[in-house]
């Protein structure tokens, strides 16, 4: 941008002889912009009010004011004191803290600060340059102005005889400095200004009348000081001088000026440097002592008798780059030379680098590009030259470059794609080094965090979960709990489990099971029936809580667990209810001689399907015997002419479950070698039967429902507690191998003659019982019946089969049928 504007105001009025001066307004606004790379510049004059305006920041860097706000646009000093403040609403840059130039800047000019502006969203950094200028807000002041200025002088003192005065300081720069000195009026003296060899200036006293002790032996003056501004300002000291006799002779220097270089970090008590003077009077008149006459800074002293200047404080480059010292040689005619004395401060390396973050993102999305700015910092050295100049890098090997902006100013980039489920947080040190030797470096960490995406879904342990359930359990009971992990963070990794929609058998498998979806808890819907359905298999899915959200599935398999909740059921003989069907064994049958074989089966599987056979009660002394494992009845001994033809056997069927279950079945035998006789003798048989099952039946009746109570009562307290522990030592601690016996089909003997329900069993053939549910052995006997669907082809099955139905063809054949009711 060119110069847009230059407006400047003034009124000046000055009156003369120290009268009341009337200062009209000065109005002085000086604008000067100039914008190459995001830089600015105004001028302005210092004291300005609070809340001035300095300049249209938004109008000269061509930015909306919109923009000022959305970026949250703010200023960056690094100093105490924030001179200005940005209106982001207007877009204008105002004065927020007095300004004073000489507090400021000193004696150089120009005087300027300059500071930064940024913005977010994406970053951009300007750089405001502001130059104060000076007004007269200052009046020359003489180092000790509350203290005259005393002078022996000696009333020989030659005409033109020169003494000098203190000399006024002006903190004002430019036309308003110190521009006139005047002397009080009076008879002896006048001022004369001179200069020294680098510019400056200096007032002496110069006598232009003798003097008289004798008229006037004390003079008292006033030297005024006047600057050049508008309006003038003024200061003054008193001047006392006290008239002497016969010292014509003043000290001189051999140097006019005396210049020395000092490093700043010299010890107190230090010479800097040694002035000398002489006198040409002799005696007490020629005794010379030295004397500084501005000490307001403290930092050195002179030894009197010497002329040694030693240092007394502690010396600072940051803050004062030069001394310069006035030095004084009196005689003791009161005569005073004068030379001036140059301290230049010599730098060395005591600043270490100073890192000031001015903005961070923090945390940084872990799908950040390669590139990204994480923060924006300042480093500044108060060191001059090579020990100014700053290096800056970061420890470690870490993802992350420093990439330089404008001046002083650095970026912290990503140097490549982050990963918040491998690293979460970063611990940057980001380190400032100057160029001085040795080097000073600063350190600081920036902890920097890895906001979440979600990009990982739920993840099983396993692509299969098995779960097991006992048959006849409780609606409402847990089965199983899936979980699943997320590596994501918060929402993204909040998983909530979902049932899919399936069949089992044709229903849907939320008939069967529901499902927690916050817990992942599997629970029963219904009570199961291991006899029919024995495996579920349901798809479970879990989903995180992202936007959008990821999912994954897993298959859970459900294991009906058998129960001993089937009584065995006898399939052979059958017990009808019209006719009377006995067994026949002929008078000369051997001992085992084969009578007959009860086959039952029971629909439980495993141990709880193991039978056994017992006979309970027989009509003569025992003569038949039943296999405990194969159920056959055999005779035991010879039959004889005083056993009855009448034979009346009850076996009981028991399984080995725990509880264990029971059925019973009677067996009728008619031991005789020919079919009438069987006829006469079961004739009287089937009445007498009739006639004890009327007389009996309300005794077993009431016997039955007393034992009934009294079993329920002891399953219902006693089985419930031990039954798991029982079922548990049997099934999976046993070594002992289970003998099942599972017929694929068999019809139900409840008068119809065949069964309501078709039921089919796998065989397992492992040997280990808490793995599988039944193992299949051998036959203990060669008359056990045993039909397996899913073994049928086994040629060992085949010819087990066809040797019991043989047996059974026989028995069979055997079988006499007696009517109830004989014509």
């Known amino acids: 941008m060119e110069l847009r504007g230059l407006i400047a105001v003034g009124l000046r009025w000055r009156s003369f002889h120290g009268l009341r001066q009337q200062l009209g307004a000065l109005l002085f606004l000086l604008c000067v912009v100039n914008m190459v790379g995001g830089q600015i510049r105004y001028s302005i004059p210092e004291e300005m009010k609070k809340g001035s305006v300095i300049g249209n920041v938004a109008q000269d860097l061509a930015l909306d004011v919109r923009r000022l706000r959305s970026g949250r646009a703010r200023i960056v000093t690094g100093e105490n004191i924030q001179y200005t403040e940005l209106k982001t609403d207007k877009g204008l840059l105002v004065v927020n803290e007095r300004i004073d130039r000489e507090q400021l800047c000193g004696d150089v000019t120009p005087c300027s600060f300059s500071f930064e502006m940024i913005l977010e969203n994406p970053i951009e950094l300007h750089q405001i340059t502001i130059e104060v200028l000076d007004i007269n807000d200052h009046a020359p002041i003489f180092p000790n102005k509350d203290r005259a200025l005393t002078f022996e002088i000696s009333e020989s003192a030659a005409v033109g005889g020169a003494f000098p005065l203190q000399s006024a300081k002006d903190l004002d720069v430019g036309q308003n400095t110190l521009k006139d000195y005047i002397l009080s009026p009076n008879e002896n003296f006048v001022l004369k200004q001179q200069s020294n060899p680098d510019g400056s200036k200096y007032v002496e006293m110069v006598l232009q009348k003798p003097l008289d002790r004798e008229k006037q032996p004390h003079l008292n003056l006033k030297l005024i000081a006047v600057d050049g501004g508008t309006p003038q300002r003024s200061g003054s000291v008193n001047i006392d001088v006290t008239v002497l006799d016969v010292n014509d002779n003043v000290p001189i220097f051999n140097q006019t ?231 994501d963070l918060n929402q993204n990794a909040r998983i909530s489990y979902i049932l899919e929609d399936t069949e089992v058998s044709g229903a849907p498998v939320s008939t069967y099971v529901s499902l927690n979806s916050e817990t992942g808890v599997i629970s029963a819907v219904r009570t199961f029936d291991y006899e029919q359905i024995k495996e579920l298999q349901l798809t479970v899915k879990a989903q995180d809580g992202g936007s959008p959200p990821l999912s994954s599935n897993v298959t859970v398999k459900i294991l009906i667990q058998d129960q001993n909740d089937n009584p065995p059921q006898v399939l052979y003989p059958v017990q009808t209810g ?211 669907g899913a073994d049928a082809d086994d040629p060992r099955v085949e010819k087990q089969m066809s040797g019991n139905f043989s047996q059974m063809s026989t028995l069979v054949s055997k079988i006499i049928i007696i009517p109830s009711k004989l014509e």
């Open 257 to 487: 000026i005396y210049k020395a270089s000092v490093m700043e970090n010299i010890s107190k008590g230090t010479c800097i440097v040694r002035v000398n003077a002489t006198d040409a009077d002799s005696g007490s008149n020629g005794l010379i002592s030295y004397s500084l006459s501005n000490t307001e800074s403290g930092v050195f002293n002179i030894d009197y008798k010497t002329g040694s200047i030693l240092l007394s404080g502690q010396l600072d480059y940051e803050k004062e780059r030069k001394y310069e010292l006035r030095v004084e040689a009196k005689d003791q005619g009161g005569f005073v030379g004068t030379s001036k004395v140059i301290v230049d401060v010599i730098d060395v390396n005591d600043n270490p680098p100073v890192l000031n973050i001015m903005s961070i993102l923090n945390p940084v999305s872990e799908d950040s590009l390669p590139g990204t700015t994480i923060a924006v910092f300042n480093i500044k050295d108060s060191d001059s030259e090579q020990n100014g100049k700053v290096q800056c890098s970061i420890d470690g090997k870490l993802p992350f470059k420093i990439q330089s902006s404008v001046k002083n100013y650095y970026n912290l980039v990503s140097d490549q794609y982050f990963d918040r489920e491998t690293i979460q947080e970063y611990n940057i040190t980001v380190t400032a080094t100057d160029l001085g030797n040795p080097p000073l470096f600063t350190s600081k960490m920036i902890n920097l965090k890895i906001s979440d995406v979600n990009d990982n879904p739920p993840v099983f342990d396993r692509n299969i979960f098995s779960a097991f359930i006992i048959e006849n359990n409780s609606p409402g009971v847990s089965i199983f709990a899936v979980s699943a992990h997320d590596s």
């Open 578 to 788: 019209g006719s009377l069907v006995a067994e026949m064994v002929p008078r000369s049958a051997d001992v085992g001689y084969l009578v007959t074989k009860v086959v039952a089966v029971d629909v439980d599987s495993g141990q709880n399907a193991w039978l056994s056979y017992k006979l309970q009660r027989a009509t003569d002394r025992p003569l038949f015997e039943v296999g405990l494992q194969n159920g056959e009845i055999r005779t035991i001994r010879q039959v004889t002419d005083k056993d009855a033809v009448k034979q009346r056997l009850s076996v009981t069927v028991e399984d080995n479950g725990q509880p264990s279950r029971s059925a019973t079945v009677i067996v009728n035998v008619a031991v005789a070698d020919s079919f009438p006789e069987v006829m006469s003798e079961f004739t009287d048989f089937t009445q007498d039967k009739e006639y004890n099952d009327n007389l009996t039946f309300y005794l077993v009746l009431a016997l039955a429902v007393v034992s009934f109570l009294f079993i329920t009562c002891l399953v219902v307290i006693i089985s419930v507690k031990i039954y798991r522990w029982r079922q548990s030592r049997v099934l999976y601690h046993s070594n002992l191998p289970v003998i099942p016996y599972y017929p694929p089909r068999y019809s139900d003997t409840l008068g119809t003659g065949t069964l309501q329900h078709v039921y089919n069993y796998e065989v397992c053939r492992t040997t280990d019982s808490r793995k599988s549910d039944m193992k299949f052995m051998p036959p203990m006997s060669d008359s056990l019946v045993s039909v397996d």
